[in-house]
Each structure stands twice: as structure tokens, then as C-alpha cells.
T-cell receptor, first 115, second 114 residues
Framework: GAGVSQTPSNKVTEKGKYVELRCDPISGHTALYWYRQSLGQGPEFLIYFQGTGAADDSGLPNDRFFAVRPEGSVSTLKIQRTERGDSAVYLC?????????????FGPGTRLLVL | KNQVEQSPQSLIILEGKNCTLQCNYTVSPFSNLRWYKQDTGRGPVSLTIMTFSENTKSNGRYTATLDADTKQSSLHITASQLSDSASYICVVSSTNTNAGKSTFGDGTTLTVKP
């Protein structure tokens, strides 16, 4: 695969349900980022992985949000007890080593709608 | 607080015309500034990146400028095409944090009409 892929592309769920969003970064990229984007706004940082570890999870809004990257490649963002306010596009990006000057490559996003 | 303000919020131009988008920031200490293009329903794609010492950077019909003294940047699009219709996002990184916690603007939505 040439780019970052995310699945599902769309997810509709009911309030209170659990959802998992998946990100497949570019092969060999050690840095992986999750963002949340609301309509008409720029992406909002959620969490940054360097390899398997969460180097910075300060953007996660509360303890209902959790993300893992167990083998240093694929990452899963998990949202428990979803709320209507969680509705947004969840973007994943990866870069080679996480350096400030590196290009981040974004996936197409997962559009989450909580009813 | 680090902030990035973009203007205008939206812009409509005719195909073939030029336009300039603005970005003002208060991020400090400054590392770099990027412009991204985000097509509807897609993830952002990097257009340019500029560091403190760079005043201008071009990528085809896109030219970005940076004035680090006034903390302003612009993105100039020449001879616009219908495919330029998208949201353009200015992102500023600080040396104090990781690349993911860069400060994102809310974008300028550009519509190019035939």
C-alpha cells in the first residue's frame, strides 16, 4: 500500500456503544498520530505514537478514549460509551521518524456519527 | 496560548484567477510552518513547509511566503483550476513539542468556479 489507510471509512453507532477505528500507516513509519476534525475546523491532536509506545496522549479528551499500537505498525483508536459529541472525522497520519521537519501523511479519515 | 488564525474563512474565485490566503500565528518558539490542501472527504496533503530562515517556497502553482518577524504567512495560488477547490490549512510547529501537537488553523475554504 502506498499511503495511510483507515477503516472503516464511515461508522454510524448509537450513543453508549463501543467503537474501534483502525489505521494502517505507511510501512516503515515509526511515528503515528491520531487527530479529530470537526466540520469547518482544523484537525485536533489526540495522541502520538513512537513505535509501540504512546509518546504523548495529552490530546485524548477523557478516559473513554484509548489507542494502541501493539506491534508498532497498525493502530486502533477505541472509544467507549460513545456520546453524540464524539461525532467527527478521525484522521490518522504517519511520518518516518516523528521529526518536526518531516512530512506527515494523512489517511482519508473515518467519519464517525453517534446517534 | 499558541494560535493560528486564517483568513478569509472562505473564498470564491473564477477559474484562471489568482488568489492569496493568509495565516497569522502566535506560536512560539517557532519551528516550521506548513500549508496543507484538504479535498472534501480526504485527509490533508502537504503543499509546502518553511523554516525560520525561509521566506518563500514554491510547489507548482502554489507559492508560500513567511515573515517570521511579523508572524505571518501567505499562500498564493496562480492560475487557479477547478481542482484547487479545497480547504487550505496552515499549521505551525513549535520546538517545544512533538509534530502532532502542532497548532492547526481552521482553514480557508476555496471554491473555484468555471
Amino acid at each position: 500500500g502506498a499511503g495511510v489507510s483507515q477503516t472503516p471509512s464511515n461508522k454510524v453507532t448509537e450513543k453508549g456503544k463501543y467503537v474501534e477505528l483502525r489505521c494502517d500507516p505507511i510501512s516503515g513509519h515509526t511515528a503515528l498520530y491520531w487527530y479529530r476534525q470537526s466540520l469547518g475546523q482544523g484537525p485536533e491532536f489526540l495522541i502520538y505514537f513512537q513505535g509501540t509506545g504512546a509518546a504523548d496522549d495529552s490530546g485524548l479528551p477523557n478516559d473513554r478514549f484509548f489507542a494502541v499500537r501493539p506491534e508498532g505498525s497498525v493502530s486502533t483508536l477505541k472509544i467507549q460509551r460513545t456520546e453524540r459529541g464524539d461525532s467527527a472525522v478521525y484522521l490518522c497520519a504517519s511520518s518516518l521518524n516523528g521529526g518536526l521537519g518531516e512530512t506527515q501523511y494523512f489517511g482519508p479519515g473515518t467519519r464517525l456519527l453517534v446517534l | 496560548k499558541n494560535q493560528v488564525e486564517q483568513s478569509p474563512q472562505s473564498l470564491i474565485i473564477l477559474e484562471g484567477k489568482n488568489c492569496t490566503l493568509q495565516c497569522n500565528y502566535t506560536v512560539s518558539p517557532f519551528s516550521n510552518l506548513r500549508w496543507y490542501k484538504q479535498d472534501t472527504g480526504r485527509g490533508p496533503v502537504s503543499l509546502t513547509i518553511m523554516t525560520f530562515s525561509e521566506n518563500t517556497k514554491s510547489n507548482g502553482r502554489y507559492t508560500a511566503t513567511l515573515d517570521a518577524d511579523t508572524k505571518q504567512s501567505s499562500l498564493h495560488i496562480t492560475a487557479s483550476q477547478l481542482s484547487d477547490s479545497a480547504s487550505y490549512i496552515c499549521v505551525v510547529s513549535s520546538t517545544n513539542t512533538n509534530a502532532g501537537k502542532s497548532t492547526f488553523g481552521d482553514g480557508t475554504t476555496l471554491t473555484v468556479k468555471p
